[in-house]
């Protein structure tokens, strides 16, 4: 076990995370929250480079001289996770105009008041 | 040589026949091609399941690499299982999809309709098949993304509103499992499962791996709509297309169930994590909420739809509840209502969506009287509703006598009351539609009607059907269950 502040990077990779959580739950505003979920996801690809980083390691790139390097899994999945999030974002994003279409608004509140009347 | 293939055709056949629709374009033509592509499915996951049960787990390296390094699909008896009962509801939707979609989603859209609904089949089928961790968070955001889409197609305008809520906290969930994943491979260098299982119990005594369980138990959690986390479940279900609902109801949740099995009792195998920590009672405790929990709101909606989605989160309370009990018996009971759930719900909101279609509204007070003017969908909405309660000689009762024997045989008995108690709660909000549907005056006719077509009568009555025939003769779907509970718990699976 290291000591207290261990890795400073898993520090701001929580800080990170915690924050994109809260404004998808704090935040009405429809579009705040797609971003804060952003926030969120960003934050779980920084944590899967980071512990992909092997000290003193370069890029893994197939080269003369190269012996130490970088775990590139990581890396790859997050490809992955990255391509996910966007087509995520964009479907919340075309889903929020047509809610905006739909009711007129992209606030929490008001769509759910003007849900509560029909 | 095509059947050695098969574990991968079962993935790429709907995978590719997906954007094939999108080419097509004609409605009629796309309706044609889906169900031809479901209605081959099926049989590739019966084939599986006769060959897992017959020789034992089958493993088949992608591209010829050999796991860890490279993904492999891994077919136990459990999966084998899973992979029939999405299949199956995914052949038995596509014609009941028919008359409902084109009532419900305009024509020039339709293509679309068929392109997400093989898309998601293609997802749900692939968290079942697959034996790499990460692999499974890849399938399960093609089913995620695909049924939000589905969902948003409806036509009451408050399903826009459930789809963006249901994308939130899937990709929530979603996103608590890569991490939960990431820790894992943080530690133990490897993505696939069976790998896993045999590294995480060396070292769970690292705080790294109780992170990890604990991000995985909330994210499934999440996608299981587990109570409490079932929020974004009851409106999807409610205001998605009547197909959708009938697709995801009885295949979504199960599958992400499915994940939490493979978790526990394979990734966790060897230590029996659940009594280990202390996850079973949280598991239990949740699972007996969601019972009172879901059964009781379900009882004061005035909304069928809704009634019965807050109905499926009470039944998703038996299915946790049953692995929570971490013996065979309780295991096998959780797999068997996963099958058993999947066949009632499936008929239960196939009657709804023909009743969508007559009349216009699943809303209870315009139902008075609407057994005698659709005797037929009436009559399996009843079945569905009684093997919902437990009533003996339906699917539902098999279930039920599982759960409460393992109950018992672990010494619980409270618990086994409590199972009889939430039944009960059944029985009012099941009778609540029955009273409405058959003892109330009928309703005036606006117009006359024709009786409700073949298509959707058909598919219904072989859910119905099949409710029956297993609540009678559940040899066979116990038989597999309990070999795969005995194998899972065995270690390992």
Redesign the interface.
Known sequence: MEQFPGLVPYWAIIVLMMMG?YI?IAHGN?IK??VG?NV??VS?FL??IT?AKVEGGTAPILAEGIKLYSNPL?HV?IL??IV?GV??TA??LA??V??HN??GTIEDEE?DKL?DQ? | MIAQHLPILQIVLPLMAAPVCMVIRHPHVVWIWATLIAFLCLPMSIALLMQVMAEGVIVYELGGWAAPWGIEYRIDKLNAFVLVIVTAIGAVVMPYAKRTVDAEIPMSRVYLFYTMLLLCETGLLGIAITGDAFNLFVFLEISSLSSYVLISLGKDRRCLTAAYRYLIMGTIGATFYIIGVGLMYMVTGTLNIADLAILVPEMVESRTIHAALAFLTVGLALKAALFPLHMWLPNAYAYAPSAVTVFLAATATKVAIYAFIRVVFTIFGDIDILAALPIRYLLMGLAIAAMFAGSAVAIYQNNAKRLLAYSSVAQIGYMILGISMDSVTGVTAGIVHLFNHALMKGALFMALGAIMLQTGSVDLRDMRGIGHRMPLTMAAFVVGGLSLIGVPLTAGFVSKWYLIQAALEAGWWPLAVLIVFSSLLAVIYIWRIVEIAYLQPNLEMPKAREPEPMSLLIPMWVLAGATIYFGVDATTTLGIAGLAAQALLAGGG
């Open positions: 959580l998808v429809l929250k797609i979920l969120f996801q779980v944590l899967y512990m990581p999945l992955t996770a996910v087509a995520t479907l919340g889903l929020v047509r809610i739909a009711y769509i849900e029909t």
